[in-house]
């Protein structure tokens, strides 16, 4: 086996195990499941929501999309298609469309039903662990505390499409580290990805965790995360194995559709649930300017 061969499954296995190990801390640790703690367990779990919601965002804005872009770009200039319509930015819009489509239909026949399983959690129990706690008296609005009540907020179906959007990043991630050519490039790839995923992971577990997605499959979810970079690396391989060429804009469309996706649940979901709930507002946006920094200054690095 050669030795470029040996440093890409050697990249495969490491980023598999710390990405299991970075995504299971808060899946696994009883700390973070907790939804009846005291006053100041529930804004630390708030304020490492934010910080979540700031490793996200810049994600999505230094990250998921200017890979994107260059990549089309490239993409389209192989297949020398040139348009004056704006063809990368209406992909990430149906992508965006697509999710937000998507969301509201299985709403529409949850309320049809009278199933409510969406907003039960949020009105009888405060699954999230932050906040005021859950009122559901008449004295709703006599209430000492404001409380926050966003029904949709991590909802099973967008902790799924974070998670999805997530997943098919991390492919592409993967395929740009199985497609070197030089052990070099291989290893500063792949430590980037290395530090950058570790965040990432523990930032998605910490968002399944507060939704109302049942352990075993925040376990599932993390687990087939995990495997996202490495199915990208074997995908790489096997590409510069077999001296394939084509389906580079294919990769590229699925690319923008997976941005559109992380769009709408970076703004729609993520940053609205954090800024609309009451309390400590200036430390909450402190703790998501510390997320996006630190996101970054890692791309900066990187």
């Known amino acids: 086996m050669e030795y470029l061969l040996q440093v890409k499954i050697g990249a495969l296995i490491g980023l598999l195990l710390l990405t299991l190990l970075f995504g299971f801390i808060p899946a696994k640790v009883k700390w973070f499941r907790q939804t009846n703690g005291s006053e100041t367990h529930r804004t630390v779990l708030s304020l490492i929501s934010c910080f979540a919601g700031g ?43 697509t999710v937000l489509i998507l969301e509201k239909t299985v709403m529409h026949f949850r309320e049809r039903r009278g199933a409510g399983e969406e907003r039960a959690p949020l009105l009888s129990g405060n699954r999230n662990g932050h906040g005021h706690g859950a009122v559901t008296t008449p004295d709703l609005e006599d209430s000492a505390h404001h409380v926050h009540v966003d029904f949709q907020a991590h909802s099973p179906f967008r902790s799924f499409m974070l998670f999805l959007s997530l997943s098919l990043h991390s492919v592409f991630e993967g395929l740009a580290i199985g497609l070197q050519s030089t052990d070099s490039k291989v290893l500063e790839i792949c430590i980037a990805i290395l530090v950058h995923k570790s965040i990432i992971v523990f930032s998605l577990s910490v968002k399944l965790v507060q939704s109302a997605v049942q352990p075993a499959w925040v376990a599932a979810y993390i687990f087939v995360f995990a495997m996202m970079s490495p199915l990208g690396i074997a ?6 194995e077999a001296a394939l060429t084509s389906g580079a804009l294919i990769q590229a469309i699925l690319e923008g559709l997976a941005a559109g996706t992380f769009i709408y649940i970076t703004f ?10 009451a309390g400590k507002q200036i430390l909450k946006v402190l703790f998501i300017l510390l997320g996006f920094t630190t996101m970054a200054a890692l791309t900066f690095l990187g």
């Open 235 to 240: 995908i790489g391989i096997s590409v510069v």
């Open 268 to 277: 729609m979901e993520i940053l609205p649930h954090e800024l609309n709930s």
């Open 55 to 97: 490793v996200f965002l810049a994600a999505c804005l230094l990250d998921i999309i200017p890979d994107y872009l260059s990549d089309i770009s490239a993409a389209l200039d192989v297949q020398k298609l040139e348009t004056s319509f704006p063809l990368p930015e209406f992909i990430i819009a149906a992508g965006f469309f």
